[in-house]
């Protein structure tokens, strides 16, 4: 599929918004976690813009590390399987983690994550996400600081991507796609 034209994607969330938004995310962080070292891991790819801006918001000593996991592969819809494919550089022993995702939607992602990072024996364990879809859900994952609530839509920029483009886009627009598609 070529690249969506104009008329098949919409603005669902403007830049000032999210900007504004990340702000109180990371305003709430800096005051619940007062005085404390905080170690924010971004889950690759999606989530790097919504961290890199995050994290310069958060007034604490902090930290940051990657994990990468294959779930969605180059479609739209996830497969179920989930698998890392890039383990994090270092240990969260005692650390208060911050999960940090671009999007809740099925919960697998977030539901396999969370099990894997709880084995490491972190002090605390909490999840950012810039948005949400609820009514995607096939696991119980809350996340303890959402960005947006959205409905059942596909969106792409800052940092979500369809089949790994318009993840530049500093807005989050809505993307019109086939029904069936699930290959570009
Ligand atoms: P989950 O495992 O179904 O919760 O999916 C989480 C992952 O699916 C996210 O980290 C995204 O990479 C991807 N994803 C889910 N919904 C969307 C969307 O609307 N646009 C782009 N990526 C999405
Ligand atoms: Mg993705």
Redesign the pocket.
């Known amino acids: 599929m070529p690249i969506a034209r104009p008329e098949e994607r919409e603005i669902l969330i403007r830049r000032a918004a999210i900007e504004k938004r990340v702000r109180e995310v990371a305003h709430r962080i800096t005051r619940d976690f007062k005085g404390q070292r905080v170690h924010l891991i971004g889950?690759l790819?999606?989530?790097c813009i919504f961290l890199s801006d995050l994290v310069r918001e958060i007034d604490l000593d902090t930290s940051i590390d990657f994990i990468a996991?294959s779930?969605?592969g180059r479609g739209?819809e996830?497969s179920g399987q989930?698998r890392v494919l890039k383990d994090l550089d270092s240990s969260i022993a005692d650390l208060n983690v911050i999960l940090v995702?671009?999007?809740?939607?099925?919960?697998?992602?977030?539901?396999?994550l969370l099990r894997v990072l709880r084995q490491r024996r972190p002090k605390t364990l909490r999840v950012a996400a810039l948005?949400d879809?609820p009514s995607?859900?096939?696991?119980p994952?809350k996340a303890d600081y959402v960005g947006f609530t959205?409905p059942n839509?596909?969106?792409?920029g800052y940092g979500?991507?369809?089949s790994e483009r318009y993840r530049n886009l500093k807005d989050v627009w809505v993307?019109h796609l086939p029904a069936d598609a699930k290959e570009p």
């Open positions: 889950v790819k999606g989530a996991v779930s969605y739209k996830s989930v995702e671009d999007i809740l939607d099925t919960g697998l992602t977030l539901n396999y948005l879809k995607r859900r096939i696991k994952v959205i839509k596909f969106v792409v979500l991507d369809y993307l």
